[in-house]
């Protein structure tokens, strides 16, 4: 990544949080937008900021827990960069068919 | 052909499958599962099941699932049908068919869906309890299924 491309982008994204199942129940919300810095955003960077917030956000996200987290609608691991406009989705594990 | 419905209305599995051997006279063996809704889990008794799932990723995650299916057997159709909303015991939830030249292949594939769909694909159930509404935990068992076919790739 050159200097000039970073220097030419904004210094943070904004991704759409999508949340199914028991996580959107326990935690009370479906959808919501998050503002992160470019430099540092990932898939585990972001697990980590709504981890911090608090109750249920900490522990429904606390690093034992089997959380599955989709990037643009492909399961995701922690490592995964964001870029902006991403939409990303944390749901439990899977239990249809 | 390859066919993906993720819909709130009953199927009939009978038409689904005549329909499909209608197409192809080179179809020699076609296998199918239906999933229905058990009256009990985990020894408690259900009184309805409320099916979610993640619209677009579903349809994706299913898609990707029939592409690996028909990377490792030489299957001539597969239909996947999952229901979502409100579901009662005795109803039906899930239909996979997969039509082949012959059964080995038909059989293998439809096991290797399922076992693939429970593991892979977004959908949530919720069960209606008489201690109240809870969220069905994702089965070891479910896994193993999954991981066996991983064993034989």
């Known amino acids: ?97 | 052909m390859d066919e993906i419905r993720v819909q709130h209305d009953d199927f009939d599995a009978g038409r689904e499958i005549a329909r499909l051997r209608g197409t192809n006279p080179r179809i020699g063996a076609i296998a199918s599962f239906i999933g229905v809704v058990r009256d009990v889990n985990e020894g408690d008794s259900v009184a309805a099941l409320a099916l979610e799932h993640y619209p677009g990723m579903t349809e994706k995650a299913l898609a990707k699932i029939v592409a690996e299916a028909r990377s490792r057997w030489n299957v001539i159709d597969t239909l996947v049908i999952h229901r979502v909303g409100t579901l009662m015991p005795t109803e039906q939830i899930v239909l996979v068919v997969v039509t082949s030249a012959h059964r080995r292949e038909a059989f293998a594939a439809c096991e290797f869906l399922m076992d693939y769909l429970k593991t892979r694909a977004p959908f949530w159930k919720k069960e209606c309890t008489p201690e109240g509404e809870r969220w069905v935990e994702a089965r070891a068992s479910d896994d193993a299924a999954a991981a066996r076919w991983r064993e034989q790739a």
């Open chain 1, 1 to 97: 990544m050159g200097a000039t491309h970073e220097a030419l982008t904004s210094s943070t994204i904004i991704v759409t949080i999508l949340y199914f199942a028991r996580l959107r129940q326990s935690l009370g919300l479906a959808i919501e937008r998050v503002e992160l810095p470019a430099g540092a955003a990932s898939v585990g960077a972001l697990r980590d900021k709504l981890r911090a917030r608090g109750g249920a956000w900490t522990e429904e996200l606390a690093s034992d827990r089997a959380v599955c987290i989709a990037v643009n609608q492909e399961l995701a691991e922690p490592g995964v960069p964001l870029r902006d406009g991403d939409e990303v989705a944390f749901f439990p594990p899977v239990t249809g068919g």
